[in-house]
């Protein structure tokens, strides 16, 4: 399933418009973006570290400290902006009344199905879920870059979904102009209870980043140093010799 693109990175573009509140229950639940927009992607470059050598004697036993990189077969990364509006709709779509969001707060999922069940969406839980996660991703519970690894702790800003406040999911944090850190962009991994051990049960998000809108700049800097609003980790099968793309549904959630 999917291809060995591994944490390479896309610029996605999202223009949202999420449905009113003339039914509530629909107003709760995060929507699917209006446009998506694929933008460059990059990978990966093994042509960026040169070949090195070591001299050889005869007779002689050498000591040897070896660093080395390998890029990930289990990860995709997305990053990107988004805009749009909130609006009062009703069922057919007709505006009543809307305001636009200049710089945008909330939240931005990926899941492998079209339709989740939002209202059945919460924290994964990894004494259950960590060996349906491996396998669905190919991934070997003792490899480096598997899930427990990677959404290694839990303190993500608490966030709202289908109108429940969701606390203490797995997370983990994207790192920012190529620098490791822990308190921008956190990534928090959610399942959907009505199709766990399904393939399409994970739900990954991300919180919007709005820090100051003061500034001239509300977003933040992303892993290669441009602004952005979001960065997102999606897991991805590309071990051995799949090759085969992976296909995410993008959703978002606007804060009013």
Not at 7 to 32: E, H, N
Not at 154 to 168: C, G, K, L, M, Y
Request: glycine share 6%.
């Amino acid at each position: 399933m999917k291809t060995p693109q591994i944490v390479s990175v896309l610029f996605v573009s999202i223009i949202v418009m999420l449905l009113g509140a003339m039914y509530a229950f629909a107003a709760a639940d995060p929507t699917a973006p209006t446009t998506l927009t694929k933008g460059a992607t990059s990978t990966f470059d093994p042509d960026n570290y040169a070949a090195v050598n070591i001299s050889a004697l005869a007779g002689d036993i050498s000591a040897v400290t070896i660093v080395g990189i390998s890029q990930t077969r289990a990860w995709q990364g997305y990053y990107g902006n988004v805009s749009g509006y909130i609006t009062l709709d009703d069922a057919d779509n007709n505006t009543f009344y809307n305001w636009s969001v200049a710089e945008p707060r909330g939240q931005v999922y990926a899941t492998l199905s079209n339709s989740p069940t939002w209202a059945s969406v919460d924290c994964a839980v990894w004494a259950a879920d960590a060996a349906d996660f491996h396998t669905t991703y190919g991934i070997n519970a003792g490899d480096y870059d598997n899930v427990t690894n990677t959404y290694n702790v839990t303190n993500h800003p608490d966030f709202q979904i289908a109108s429940r406040t969701v606390t203490t999911c797995p997370t983990t944090y994207i790192w920012q102009s190529d620098v490791y850190q822990a308190a921008n962009f956190p990534n928090f991994l959610l399942q959907d209870s009505t199709k766990v051990a399904a393939v399409d049960s994970w739900v990954f998000g991300t919180i919007m980043e709005d820090k100051d809108p003061a500034e001239k700049f509300d977003d933040l800097l992303c892993y290669n140093g441009q602004y952005c609003d979001f960065q997102l980790l999606v897991a991805e099968d590309g071990h051995g010799t799949d090759v085969d793309v992976t296909q995410y549904y993008f959703w978002v959630d606007f804060v009013g």
